[in-house]
Every structure is written in C-alpha cells, then in structure tokens.
C-alpha cells in the first residue's frame, strides 16, 4: 500500500459509526399514522405477483396494529425485545415432540425468527399472558366436538389478538389418528390475518398430540413432507410466507390446559432443494416454536 492510499484510508477507519447512533436515537413513533409507516416499513413486502398474500396480511398488520403503542421498543430495538421474547418463552411450561431434530420448537428457534414472525409472535405472547385471550380459546376448545378439530383465522381486532373460528370443510373420513380432520374452507386463508389456526383434540386411548405434525412421504418421484409441516412447507412456496398456530388439548379436556405452537416459513430468499431427497432444504425455511403450556 502506497502512502497516499495511507492517508486516505486512516481518517475513515478513525471515524465514529455515525449512522449506527443515528439509528438509535430514532424517535418512537408516535402517533397512529407514523406507526403504520414504521410497522409497513419494519415488514418485508413483496413485487412478485405470486406473492400478494404477503403484501395482503402485511398491510393488514400496519394497519390493524397501528393503535398498538406497546408495539413501538420491537419496531424501535427489534434485538432485545427479541432476546425478551426468548426470556419469556424459555419460562414456559412446554410439551415438545422431538420429531425433528433442527426442527424441534426449542426457544432457540427465536434466534431466526424473521421480522414477519417477530412481530405476530410478539403480540400473541403479549395477549396469550395478559388479557382474556386464553379463555377465549378455551371456549374455542370446549365448543368442539369431542375428538375433533376445529380451525379458522387469527385476525387482529382493536390492536389485540382475536382467534375466529371458521366452519370445518372437511366431509370425508375424519381420521384424529391421521390428525387430519380440519380443513379450511375455500378461499378462506385469502381473507387478510396474522396466522391460520387449528386445534388437536385430547383423543382417549391416543392422547394428546402435541405440535404440528408431520411425515415423510416416500413414492418413485422421491420424497416428500406431509401433515401440518407439509401444508406450511407448500404455501410457504406459493405464497411466500404463510404462518400458523397449532392449540394442542393437553391431557384430558377436564384439565383445561393447551399447548401452542407456531409454524411457518418463508419461501421468498429459501434455497431450491438439490432434489426431492434433500429433506435439509427442503426444511430449512420452515420454523417450529412451542410457546408454551396455557391454562384455562
Ligand atoms: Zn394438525
């Protein structure tokens, strides 16, 4: 390196990281208008026309979240309230499956989380520990048919988490072994939400099943994944992102107790599998988290 190189390197590395303070002393948003733009901003949109839904549900989020002043330390220090969330999850009672071994829903998995996860885990965290939110899935719980599923919408109402529980489509053989028996009504998941839900019934002789489920399929054309991680893995793919939640009955109903879990991913930056073999990548996008054991 010549002098003069030298000397114009030196002042730059001596610099102070200016625009890394600048971003810190960032002011709060404050009101509803600045808080829509920041949570539009904070939340990855999408110019691929497949991808509209991302687009549909982010919007939905800005919006319907735009009165939700507690949202504002995670816009505004998005790291430490992550590092929080972890802290409050690992506090939990939880019920893992340990199907998966990179997929286990450990609270590790908070590491990852993209801004889109981030903040609907957040605010669920939130509502699942303070609020009516619990028992209302509760009543969501005991108002279903014994050894059956029910599911719907998680939607976002006044800025609090709201679970809307739709119709069951399914009308074939019910299989609870198979842990098949919701189906979404058509179109449904086009209607703008934070998360699609389902639940698992507490089924006497089985017991409870935890967590979304999931198998591999194995057929000539290779192998594939199916169950609840197969349908994430699949709109994953054809919409870009796609998140759910799965409420699990633990242990007898009389107990009125839930395990939750989240599931999704995002296809949008996901490697293409090497071939349908590669259960790795074929995974990779695709994140498990128990939020823990509630009581209702
Ligand atoms: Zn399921």
């Not at 114009?8 to 610099?15: A, C, D, E, K, R």
């Not at 509502?127 to 998680?154: P, Q, R």
Request: hydrophobic share 40%; charged share 25%; glycine share 6%.
């Amino acid at each position: 390196m010549n002098t003069i190189v030298k000397r114009f390197l030196v002042p730059f590395i001596l610099m102070p990281p200016i625009a890394l303070s600048l971003a810190e002393d960032k002011p709060a948003p404050q009101s509803t208008v600045q808080r829509e733009a920041a949570i539009k901003k904070f939340l990855p949109t999408s110019d691929k026309n497949e991808h509209n839904l991302i687009n549909l549900n982010n919007v939905y989020m800005a919006k319907e979240l735009a009165g939700r002043a507690s949202i504002d330390p995670l816009l505004q220090d998005t790291e430490k309230l992550r590092a929080k969330l972890k802290e409050t999850i690992k506090t939990q009672k939880h019920a893992y499956t340990d199907v998966l071994v990179k997929h286990n829903g450990r609270p590790d998995a908070v590491d990852s989380l993209s801004r889109s996860q981030l903040i609907r885990i957040s605010i669920l965290m939130d509502d699942l520990l303070n609020g009516d939110l619990v028992n209302d899935i509760g009543k969501i719980i005991d108002s279903t048919e014994k050894n059956k599923e029910a599911g719907g919408l998680v939607l976002i109402k006044e800025g609090k988490v709201h679970f809307k529980a739709l119709p069951n489509a399914s009308t074939g053989i019910n299989s609870p072994q198979f842990n098949a028996n919701y189906l979404f009504p058509d179109d449904s998941f086009k209607e703008a939400n934070a998360f699609l839900f389902h639940t698992h019934p507490f089924i006497k002789g089985q017991g409870s099943s935890n967590g979304p489920s999931w198998n591999m399929q194995a057929s000539r054309l290779g192998v594939s994944i199916t169950g609840d991680t197969g349908v994430a893995l699949a709109m994953s793919k054809q919409y870009g992102e796609t998140h759910h939640l799965v409420i699990s009955t633990v242990g007898d109903p009389v107990v009125r107790k839930f395990n939750i879990d989240y599931f999704g991913g995002e296809a949008t930056n996901a490697k293409e599998p090497k071939n349908q073999f590669d259960t790795e990548s074929l995974l990779e996008h695709i994140t498990i988290l128990d939020l823990g054991i509630f009581k209702y």
